[in-house]
């Protein structure tokens, strides 16, 4: 069990998905691929694409103003952003900081978390640091990419798998007993390699050469990545339930990172969780990374499979290597006492 006085949990949450829906179909016809492939390895059907003016931090805008309408509180009231992404608008200003003009947080502080994957379940651990130290009364904590603007559509072992996506909770104090209660992050740098995008940094900057060498996009070991996942998500949701005092026996629902309905299963079985109780949705939405836990948590939510009371775990794993996971007692909406 997390040792603390101030409980904080969920009092908040938005999402954004882009309109454009490209199917396996079109992908068909620009890469070497079938919907028949896609759907056997990696359960999805569709994803959604940005448009060509659409940033990172423009759709996170839009599902952190959700977040905030949801939690009736003004922007005003937050007191630190933190935005997990892979593919910020540029490399400096943080998209935390361009977030923070944008929705008036005048007086949030904000910076932007680099976990891959991971990085929606790494920020709201390290937000919830900060309202439990008592530093801080709320954050805002938004997993948001446009994957589609760093893959290269030439590669068919990349650019069938993601989608895009924001997703944005708002933290806050929460009774007693309930939120976050227990939590697990790791990271094996090792494996770096398996999960990049190599150009453009302080390594290898921008210039005709790697543009040339498509260096500029997404590089993957898909396969090494996957036997790490079915490694890793189950052990990581297990000592973060550990560190709740809970087992597996006692979990309502789990929310995993969508990257693969194969790593999904897998997880489930791992864990020993029924599939009625494991949230789907990357059959519509591809990989969003760090999006994809908040959106699916918000549509189990929505759709009022998650209810007040669940124990609900959260679990991820990314580039870095990274993995994340965290249980939350489910008491959205549910009135501080005292
Ligand atoms: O959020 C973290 C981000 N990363 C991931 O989640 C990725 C995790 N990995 C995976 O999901 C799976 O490894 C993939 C879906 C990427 C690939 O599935 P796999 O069962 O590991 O296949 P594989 O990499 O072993 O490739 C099998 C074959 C290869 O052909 P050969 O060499 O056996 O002839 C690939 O070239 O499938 C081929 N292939 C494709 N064929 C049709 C790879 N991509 C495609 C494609 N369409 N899009």
Known sequence: MMENNIAVGII?????????IVTNRDLEKTVNTSDEWIVERTGIKERRIADDATATSDIATIAA??????????????????????????????????IQKNIQAVNAAAFDLAAGCSGFVYGLV??????????????????AE??????????????????????????????AGCGLLGAHLG??????????????GSRLPAS??????????????????????????????LKALEAAGLGSQDVDYLIPHQANLRIIHSAAKRLKIPLDKVMINV???????????????????????????????????????????????WCKGEKLIG
């Open 12 to 20: 908040g949450m938005g999402s954004c998905l882009p309109e454009k």
């Open 187 to 200: 990271a094996d740098g090792s494996g770096g390699d398996l999960l990049k995008l190599p150009g453009g």
């Open 146 to 175: 446009t994957l589609s603007k760093i893959l290269d559509w030439q590669d068919r072992n990349t650019c069938v798998l993601f989608g895009d996506g924001a997703g944005a909770a708002l933290l806050g104090q929460v009774p």
């Open 65 to 98: 103003t959700r977040a905030l309408k949801d939690a009736g509180i003004p922007a005003s009231e937050i007191d630190l952003i933190i935005v997990a992404t892979a593919t910020p608008d540029m490399m400096f200003p943080s998209t935390s900081c361009i």
């Open 126 to 143: 390290t937000g919830s640091q900060f309202i439990q130290s008592g530093l801080y009364k709320k954050v805002l904590v938004i997993g």
């Open 208 to 237: 005709t050469a790697t543009v040339n060498e498509r260096k500029h996009f997404v590089h993957m070991s898909g396969n090494e990545v996957f036997k790490f996942a079915i490694k890793i998500m189950g052990e990581a949701a």
């Open 283 to 329: 059959d519509k939405y591809g990989n969003t990374s760090a999006a994809s836990i908040p959106i699916a948590l918000e549509e189990a939510v929505d759709h009022g499979i998650i209810k007040n009371g669940d124990n609900v775990v959260l679990v991820g794993f990314g580039a870095g290597l990274t993995w994340a996971a965290c249980v939350i007692k």
